[in-house]
């Protein structure tokens, strides 16, 4: 009875430790790995996971009399692989952080020459994203890319103690793209998608016609932010006494959202709303409308099974 106990003992401990085994050496292979380019990654984190190791050996020896040898050598192993907090930071600061901002701005440079290149103007796509939901977050960052070629160029980050609140880090961090971009890299902006940002919209609309190279510059909005704006009030009215169908119409009401920012030409915003509308009249099978502007449905949708 007591050599059983004294068994299960032991592969009970063995077992435990598998885990942690597999954070060390999963530790160490990042450490040794990033050694040869003198960027030594090891976080803070790991040191003290490597000085509570160490001291797990002496106690799982005591515990058990003996370990496996390959859990015998990533012990071992540890021993190299201690840094000081100064140590961290003193790498990080002269290694790490200007080897990222010189390779940022090493691909930055080339896509711009590239887009030089390139008649037309260049056609932005640009969202913003905080580190934290709701109207607390300490930072916002701004993100453009390029639709043609699909490549980011341009990325700022906002503290909200910066400007009047966290909710207008995207405004902020927009303009500095866009000055970046046109005066800076003296690019010319055609277009330019967002959400439907009050600010951003007025500022889009109000200023850049007296900037050179945003005069020119057309405003569109995300069909997909609409689209998420447009499900959150289907689920809530779905919820009411009465409506629960609604909700099962969902998918199809957003891909017909989709369809009619595909389909209609721009700048027929008449034809855009009378198509948009006849989804009133689609769900219930009937494809003719009484309007002139769009007076039947599109062929692929009155062949559809409603």
Same mark, same amino acid.
């Given at each position: 009875?007591?050599?059983?106990?004294?068994?299960? =003992?032991?592969? $009970?401990?063995?077992?435990?430790?598998?885990?942690?085994?597999?954070?060390?050496? $999963?530790?160490?292979?990042?450490?040794?790995?990033?050694?040869?380019?003198?960027?030594?990654?090891?976080?803070?984190?790991?040191?003290?996971?490597?000085? $509570? !190791?160490? @001291?797990?050996?002496?106690? !799982?020896?005591?515990?058990?009399?003996?370990?496996?040898?390959?859990?015998?050598?990533?012990?071992?192993?540890?021993?190299?692989?201690?840094?000081?907090?100064?140590?961290?930071?003193?790498?990080? %600061? %002269?290694?790490?952080?200007?080897?990222?901002?010189?390779?940022?701005?090493?691909?930055?440079? %080339?896509?711009?020459?590239?887009?030089?290149?390139?008649?037309?103007?260049?056609?932005?796509?640009?969202?913003?994203? &905080?580190?934290?939901?709701?109207?607390?977050?300490?930072?916002?960052? !701004?993100?453009?890319?390029?639709?043609?070629?699909? =490549?980011?160029?341009?990325?700022?980050?906002?503290?909200?103690?910066?400007?009047?609140?966290?909710?207008? &880090?995207?405004?902020?961090?927009?303009?500095?793209?866009?000055?970046?971009?046109?005066?800076?890299?003296?690019?010319?902006?055609?277009?330019?998608?967002?959400?439907?940002? *009050?600010?951003?919209? @007025?500022?889009?609309?109000?200023?850049?016609?007296?900037?050179?190279?945003?005069?020119?510059? @057309?405003?569109?909005?995300?069909?997909?932010?609409?689209?998420?704006?447009?499900?959150?009030?289907?689920?809530?009215?779905? @919820?009411?006494?009465? &409506?629960?169908?609604?909700?099962?119409? *969902?998918?199809?009401?957003?891909? $017909?959202?989709?369809?009619?920012?595909?389909?209609?030409?721009?700048?027929?915003?008449?034809?855009?709303?009378? *198509?948009?509308?006849?989804?009133?009249?689609?769900?219930?099978?009937?494809?003719?409308?009484?309007?002139?502007? !769009?007076?039947? &449905?599109?062929?692929?949708?009155?062949?559809?099974?409603?």
């Amino acid at each position: 009875m007591h050599v059983h106990s004294m068994k299960s =003992k032991k592969v $009970h401990l063995h077992q435990q430790f598998q885990y942690q085994r597999k954070v060390v050496l $999963h530790l160490y292979s990042t450490l040794i790995r990033h050694q040869s380019k003198m960027t030594l990654t090891t976080s803070l984190r790991s040191c003290r996971l490597m000085r $509570h !190791y160490r @001291k797990k050996r002496r106690r !799982y020896v005591k515990k058990i009399g003996s370990l496996p040898s390959q859990t015998l050598r990533v012990f071992d192993i540890m021993k190299v692989c201690r840094i000081s907090r100064n140590t961290y930071h003193r790498h990080q %600061s %002269s290694y790490i952080i200007p080897s990222i901002v010189n390779a940022w701005q090493t691909e930055q440079t %080339s896509l711009v020459e590239r887009l030089k290149g390139m008649e037309g103007g260049i056609h932005l796509t640009g969202d913003g994203r &905080c580190d934290s939901p709701g109207h607390s977050a300490k930072y916002g960052g !701004y993100t453009v890319i390029e639709q043609r070629i699909n =490549k980011v160029l341009d990325t700022q980050l906002v503290q909200s103690n910066e400007v009047t609140s966290s909710n207008a &880090c995207d405004l902020e961090g927009l303009k500095r793209c866009l000055t970046l971009l046109t005066e800076t890299h003296e690019l010319d902006v055609a277009s330019m998608v967002t959400d439907r940002h *009050k600010s951003i919209e @007025k500022y889009l609309r109000e200023e850049t016609p007296h900037n050179p190279h945003t005069a020119e510059l @057309k405003h569109h909005f995300d069909a997909w932010h609409i689209a998420k704006g447009l499900g959150k009030k289907i689920d809530a009215l779905s @919820k009411k006494k009465g &409506c629960e169908d609604v909700g099962l119409w *969902k998918k199809s009401i957003i891909h $017909h959202m989709y369809y009619v920012a595909g389909t209609v030409p721009e700048g027929q915003a008449d034809l855009l709303g009378e *198509k948009w509308k006849s989804v009133a009249n689609h769900v219930q099978d009937i494809h003719e409308h009484d309007t002139e502007i !769009y007076p039947m &449905c599109d062929q692929d949708l009155s062949q559809l099974s409603c």
